[in-house]
């Protein structure tokens, strides 16, 4: 059985660091490319980064690129996101989430809880 | 990067309604695109992907179409568990991007 659990959110100042984390389980974790969603309170989704299956291709959505880093540690079968200079606009639930892709269709079927970053001083 | 619009942002219906819900690209996006339903506090269950295919588990009611850059999700006859929000993602090109949600209310 599938199973994502992000951890690492919290209440953080504004400039400050952090680094979330998205422990996987129930499959072989190497063989997928691993995305970041988040969600700001009472708004929509919006796509954050990828990596792909062996870590070696990343790419970020504009709105984090230079201060997001998305790396995995296919040995401890775990996914990480470094937020760095944290503003009050990355204030949001982050989800990590599988990507498929038999037949050519990629989708996210599998989501973990998600982790809430506060952003406030 | 390519923009997804959904229409409408907000939809009032009642219980055994037929309701549609648009996504419209900006460019052309092939069947690329998936479809979640998501409730509060909860993350998003995937619905349809590649357009029009049903993922295992998601009752018949829901059904998908589209191709190229309009896509729609019809929910045949609304039930009490299908009130939540909607929102469609495209698969064609980085970043993958989301629509901005239709939220389904009960009249």
């Known amino acids: 059985q599938v199973h994502l659990v992000e951890s690492g959110g919290g209440v953080v100042q504004p400039g400050r660091s952090l680094r979330l984390s998205c422990a996987a389980s129930?499959?072989?974790?190497?063989?997928?490319?691993m995305h970041w969603v988040r969600q700001a309170p009472g708004k929509g989704l919006e796509w954050v980064a990828i990596?792909?299956?062996?870590?070696?291709?990343?790419y970020y959505a504009d709105s984090v690129k230079g201060r997001f880093t998305v790396s995995r540690d296919n040995s401890k079968n775990t996914l990480y996101l470094q937020i760095n200079a944290l503003r009050p606009e990355d204030t949001a639930v982050y989800y990590c989430?599988?990507?498929?892709?038999?037949?050519?269709?990629?989708?996210?079927?599998?989501w973990g809880q998600g982790t809430l970053v506060t952003v406030s001083s | 990067d390519i923009q997804l619009t959904q229409s409408p942002s907000f939809l009032s219906a009642s219980v055994g309604d037929r309701v549609t819900i648009t996504c419209r690209a900006s460019?052309?996006?092939?069947?690329?695109l998936v479809w979640y339903q998501q409730k509060p506090g909860k993350a998003p269950n995937l619905l349809i992907y590649?357009?029009?295919t049903l993922q295992s588990g998601v009752p018949s009611r829901f059904s998908g179409s589209g191709s190229g850059t309009k896509f729609t999700l019809t929910i045949s006859s609304l039930q009490p568990e299908d009130f939540a929000s909607y929102y469609c993602?495209?698969?064609?090109?980085?970043?993958?991007?989301f629509g901005q949600g239709t939220n389904l209310e009960i009249k």
């Open positions: 990596v792909s299956f062996d870590g070696v291709n990343t």
């Open positions: 129930g499959f072989s974790f190497s063989d997928y490319s």
């Open positions: 993602q495209q698969f064609t090109d980085y970043p993958y991007t």
């Open positions: 989430a599988r990507e498929e892709a038999e037949y050519h269709s990629p989708r996210f079927a599998y």
């Open positions: 460019q052309d996006i092939s069947n690329y």
């Open positions: 590649a357009a029009s």
